[in-house]
């Protein structure tokens, strides 16, 4: 797939995906209704901001690294290559670990327990996902090169270094996408 055509289809999926997720949902559960339920909830609300803020930056990454790899995050318009530039150096589900901390921030922001909820099914049923789909997915299509990244860089929890494809990873052959 073209570069152009990548990035395109990478922001409608941006827009669809991420944003019934992160937005839509979140909205029609809270209506973006603010509530104090503990006193100095600000310090709460602060650090909100901060998860949302933090956690849209590595979304907007992995969706800039696949449209430069030539493909989209949709398993229908994947890439040829596997992508471990940009935040995937870190985790290997960085678009989930991102919008999980998204929610989490709105739950924060807007002193909204119901998100927490609504976080954590996202992330079961999202898990389950990566568990019986996409990680097989990429087994079969990127076999040893996904393995040695697969044991490199953790699913859920991100690596404090960038993780570094080397010719001392075998099946990675140094290649970034």
């Known amino acids: 797939m073209r570069t152009s055509r990548a990035a395109v289809g990478s922001a409608a999926f941006f827009v669809v995906a991420p944003g019934t997720v992160v937005g839509l949902v979140p909205w029609l559960i809270t209506r973006w209704e603010f509530r104090e339920p503990l006193p100095y909830w600000v310090a709460a609300q602060a650090v909100g901001v901060l998860l949302i803020c933090a956690g849209l930056v590595p979304v907007v990454i992995a969706f800039a690294q696949f ?38 921030g709105q739950a924060l922001l807007f002193g909204q327990f119901s998100l927490l909820l609504y976080a954590a099914a996202l992330w079961a049923v999202t898990a389950s996902f990566v568990r019986w789909y996409e990680e097989p997915t990429l087994a079969r299509q990127f076999g040893a090169e996904y393995e040695a990244y697969r044991r490199a860089v953790p699913g859920w929890w991100p690596r404090l270094r960038p993780w570094e494809p080397t010719e001392n990873h075998p099946g990675t052959g140094g290649r970034h996408a």
Not at 81 to 99: D, F
């Open 67 to 104: 449209a430069r790899a030539g493909g989209t995050p949709m398993p229908i318009a994947p890439t040829q290559h596997l992508v471990v530039s940009g935040s995937n150096r870190y985790v290997r589900n960085p678009m989930y670990v991102g919008l999980l901390a998204v929610i989490i």
